[in-house]
């Protein structure tokens, strides 16, 4: 009988690299660690059995291994080594692209993902870059047959809008990002857009996009409106988020273009009535809730400084715009227990607001918000040690200092008065010790 010998291990063949890649292409993101690990190492085995093989068939699937790779990478915030995948998927277009409408789909792909690899990586020297992307994405996708796949009316879409906020982002081309929007939303209107929730988001989206770069005004709100009317009732986490931000673009146009603060207090309040059920789940949502608390604050501001009234009085402000403040500050100290400072930035801008609102309007409480802000021992989570932080209290520490100061030594005021201003000015020398206690605490930490 003739001796069997074992069979030598096979490198996989070309339809097991392939389920590979499309296993990894179509998985959800943020992966585990553990995932994450795996999927980059198989890959890695695709592209190296690939890298010496010259067929047509195997040069593809090795450019889609890459663009995964890269895809992977950036969405897990690994932008620098996202992008060298992508450069090397598209050092050989003729992989992907092999003059179908289905490989120029696939060329358009690796375009639009190495675009929003640059676009989202906030660096201005790579906003060119990102454009050429998008602009060479939209010229793949505008030679689709767009009438015989909805998919490629859908894919041509969003590389317009893509295109559009990379044109928006660059300054001084809003004529160029109005028209990409305006052919998007054009495009998007052609789809079944009430029946597909993705659809009617990217729709609203579009049209909430097209108002950043509106020539005036009326054409601004006109836009906003429009995007708002599109998601009465979101459905879905994408829905929300663009309704809201939608909302707050509003809002903000109504405060610094039209001075229409009503406006901007009704589109605030309306944003916190959808996402403050929702800001201590994740972060999107809280950041959502501290801007709507930020804008409506600057509204409040508006009419306690008297220079444009709103309904009710003045008492009512005065107490919405506190409460406002330190339901943002609450948050942000929530989430700063949970390891994400991310929304500091907007919380410090709302301490301001509360510094400045109690200074003027009810000194007697101006220390105890001060300390109550910033001493981690009675607020866990407050961020003493961040030096916005600081720099805020011990500017508006020492104006009220010096305004209380000189309240109390004025002639004109009963004694009654004056005794009330020397037991306030007792609380904010109270307050500059305890701050400076927790800086030495700090100190030797």
């Known amino acids: 009988m003739a001796e069997v010998f074992p069979s030598t291990p096979q490198a996989p063949g070309l339809p097991e690299t392939l389920a590979t890649v499309v296993k990894w292409r179509d998985v959800p993101t943020p992966l585990s660690e553990q995932d994450f690990n795996a999927a980059l190492g198989e890959l890695a085995s695709v592209v190296e059995s690939l890298e010496s093989k010259p067929d047509a068939?195997?040069?593809?699937?090795?450019?889609?291994?890459?663009?995964v790779l890269g895809n992977l990478h950036r969405d897990h915030g690994l932008l620098d080594h996202a992008l060298p995948f992508y450069d090397a998927s598209l050092q050989d277009t003729a992989a992907l692209d092999d003059g179908t409408p289905r490989g120029k789909l696939e060329l358009s792909n690796l375009h639009v993902q190495r675009g929003l690899c640059r676009f989202s990586s906030g660096n201005p020297e790579q906003l060119p870059g990102a454009l050429e992307d998008f602009t060479r994405a939209t010229d793949l996708r505008r030679e689709l047959p767009q009438g015989e796949d909805e998919q490629f009316r859908w894919a041509y879409a969003a590389a317009l809008m893509h295109r559009g906020d990379a044109l928006q982002r660059t300054g001084g081309r809003d004529e160029e990002a109005r028209s990409a929007y305006d052919e998007a939303i054009a495009q998007l209107r052609q789809l079944p857009y009430q029946e597909n929730p993705a659809a009617l988001q990217r729709l609203a989206l579009a049209c909430a996009n097209r108002g950043l770069v509106a020539a005036d005004h009326d054409e601004a709100r006109r836009c906003f409106d429009e995007c708002i009317a599109l998601l009465p009732s979101p459905q879905n986490p994408p829905q929300l988020i663009t309704l809201c931000n939608a909302l707050l673009n509003r809002g903000r146009h109504a405060l610094q273009v039209a001075g229409d603060t009503e406006q901007t207090a009704a589109d605030s309040r309306r944003v916190l009535e959808l996402v403050v059920p929702h800001e201590r789940n994740h972060p999107s949502p809280a950041e959502l809730a501290l801007q709507a608390r930020h804008l409506l604050?600057?509204?409040?501001?508006?009419?306690?400084?008297?220079?444009?009234?709103?309904?009710?009085?003045?008492?009512?402000?005065?107490?919405?715009?506190?409460?406002t403040v330190e339901e943002g500050l609450a948050v942000e100290r929530f989430w700063e227990q949970q390891g994400f400072d991310g929304l500091r930035p907007l919380a410090c801008e709302l301490f301001q607001i509360g510094?400045?609102?109690?200074?003027?309007?009810?000194?007697?409480?101006?220390?105890?918000?001060?300390?109550?802000?910033?001493?981690?021992?009675?607020?866990?989570?407050?961020?003493?040690?961040?030096?916005?932080?600081?720099?805020?209290?011990?500017?508006?520490?020492?104006?009220?200092?010096?305004?209380?100061?000189?309240?109390?030594a004025s002639s004109t005021l009963e004694p009654e008065k004056v005794e009330k201003q020397r037991r306030i000015l007792q609380t904010l020398r109270n307050a500059d010790q305890r701050l400076a206690e927790l800086q030495q605490s700090m100190a030797t930490a």
């Not at 009419?303 to 009512?316: H, Q």
């Open 297 to 323: 604050a600057h509204a409040l501001l508006a009419w306690l400084d008297d220079s444009r009234k709103g309904p009710g009085n003045a008492e009512d402000w005065m107490s919405d715009a506190t409460d």
């Open 355 to 408: 510094l400045h609102v109690y200074r003027v309007c009810q000194p007697h409480f101006f220390a105890d918000f001060l300390v109550e802000s910033m001493d981690p021992e009675m607020s866990p989570g407050a961020p003493f040690g961040d030096p916005n932080f600081q720099a805020a209290a011990a500017r508006a520490l020492r104006q009220a200092v010096n305004e209380t100061a000189q309240r109390a």
């Open 57 to 67: 068939t195997g040069k593809g699937i090795l450019a889609m291994a890459r663009m």
